[in-house]
């Protein structure tokens, strides 16, 4: 922007565009970052895709005793706010991981959607057979 003082032209450069144009090089960040008091909060949208996260990682991760490899199957390590691909879990698990991926969705994700933030979908190896390596879903 051009300012004219008498004869002399002066050039105000904006700070605020050095602060309009913030990104993320893991794509978990909101489109307007949330203020202080939200991200302390626990309310980042990085903050609640990793507590999403955790929560439906912790549902697979206590479900992963087996004795053959058909106690085994694949679910998706997916809700609406993050995706890990796909992890192997029990079977008697399956209803656990399901029901967490609910409860996320319905809270932290709802959140995180709420705020405009955004994840990047990786690219996901094509799952490998459910196997049962002693006594542990893997």
């Not at 206590?62 to 079977?91: M, N, P, Y």
């Not at 399901?98 to 190896?125: E, H, I, T, Y």
Request: glycine fraction near 8%; charge should be negative.
């Amino acid at each position: 922007m051009f300012v004219r003082w008498g004869s002399t032209a002066v050039v105000a450069v904006g700070i605020l565009g050095a602060f309009a144009c913030g990104g993320s090089t893991n794509g978990q960040e909101a489109t307007n970052p949330p203020s202080s008091d939200e991200a302390s909060a626990g309310t980042s949208c990085e903050s609640l895709s990793e507590s999403a996260s955790t929560e439906v990682s912790s549902a697979i991760a206590a479900h992963q005793a087996c004795t053959v490899d058909d106690d085994c199957t694949q679910v998706e390590l997916v809700a609406s706010c993050f995706d890990h691909c796909s992890r192997i879990v029990a079977k008697d698990g399956v209803a656990e991981v399901s029901a967490a991926k609910d409860r996320v969705n319905a809270a932290q994700c709802k959140r995180f959607l709420a705020q405009g933030c955004k994840f990047d979908v990786p690219p996901c190896s094509p799952p490998m057979p459910a196997k049962c390596k002693a006594g542990v879903c893997g």
